[in-house]
C-alpha cells in the first residue's frame, strides 16, 4: 500500500523558517502532480502549494514570495521551504500526490504553529 509520510512541522516564532518534506512509501509506478495544502483552525482545507511532475509551480496567492515547493522525481519526494512564517500560517499541512493511475494519495498531515 502506497503512503505519504510527512515531517518537518513544528513550533516557530514569527518571522522564522520550517521546511516540510514528504516521501512515498511503497511501490508507484509514475506520480503526476505533488503539493501541500493545510487547514487551520476552523477553517476548510486550502491549496498552499503545488508542483507538476515538470516542475511548474502554483502557489495561493498569501505565500507567494514566502513558500518555495520543490520535488526530487527520482526520489518520489516533495518539500516545502517555508520562509517569513506569519501567525495565519497556523495550520496543519497535508501532502498530496497525484498518481498517473488512480486517485489522490495524501499524507497524514503534520502540525505547523507560529507564535506572535
Known amino acids: 500500500q502506497v503512503q505519504l509520510v510527512e515531517s518537518g512541522g513544528g513550533l516557530v516564532q514569527a518571522g522564522g523558517s520550517l521546511r516540510l518534506s514528504c516521501a512515498v512509501s511503497?511501490?508507484?509506478?509514475?506520480?503526476?502532480?505533488m503539493g501541500w495544502y493545510r487547514q487551520g483552525p476552523g477553517k476548510q482545507r486550502e491549496l498552499v502549494a503545488t508542483?507538476?511532475?515538470?516542475?511548474?509551480?502554483n502557489y495561493v496567492d498569501s505565500v507567494k514570495g514566502r513558500f518555495t515547493i520543490s520535488r526530487d522525481n527520482a526520489k518520489n519526494t516533495v518539500a516545502l521551504q517555508m520562509n517569513s512564517l506569519k501567525p495565519e500560517d497556523t495550520a496543519v499541512y497535508y501532502c498530496?500526490?497525484?498518481?498517473?493511475?488512480?486517485?489522490?494519495?495524501w499524507g497524514q498531515g503534520t502540525q505547523v504553529t507560529v507564535s506572535s
Open positions: 511503497g511501490i508507484i509506478w509514475r506520480i503526476d502532480d
Open positions: 498530496r500526490a497525484d498518481p498517473w493511475i488512480g486517485s489522490p494519495i
Open positions: 508542483i507538476t511532475r515538470g516542475g511548474s509551480e
